[in-house]
């Protein structure tokens, strides 16, 4: 069974920079679509950014978008998250989640019912 575990989360400072990781094994995970999420304390989940099986396109959430940079090495099936400029409204559990072998357009690739398998989570928390 594929298997998900995120790390790099922490305390910042507003103003700083972060970089999650998340590792899959067990699988073929560089053959599918990722993503990551994030649950802001009291708040519904919601989707931050997502990338295609081959690296060709990624997806961004508004509120992060020009500030994270999500990537993915398939030879070490590994995906990434650099988070610069954080604010205290980034302060959430952040998730990463493997989908399948296509890719849709536009928003719709941040719907969480098209992802299957999920991390536990990292926490980061941005005091301002």
């Known amino acids: 069974a594929q298997v998900l575990v995120e790390s790099g989360g922490g305390s910042v400072q507003a103003g700083g920079s972060l970089r999650l990781t998340c590792t899959v094994s067990?699988?073929?995970?560089?053959?599918?679509?990722m993503a990551w999420f994030r649950r802001p304390p009291g708040k519904e989940r919601e989707g931050v950014a997502a990338?295609?099986?081959?690296?060709?396109?990624?997806w961004y959430d508004a509120s992060v978008k020009g500030r994270f940079t999500i990537s993915r090495d398939n030879a070490k099936t590994t995906l990434y998250l650099q988070m610069n400029s954080l604010n205290p409204d980034d302060t959430a559990m952040y998730y990463c989640a493997a989908g399948s072998n296509t890719w849709n357009t536009g928003s719709a690739t941040l719907l969480p019912q098209l992802y299957s398998n999920w991390g536990q989570g990292t926490q980061v928390t941005v005091s301002s």
């Open positions: 067990g699988g073929t995970g560089s053959r599918y679509t």
């Open positions: 990338i295609s099986p081959t690296n060709t396109y990624s």
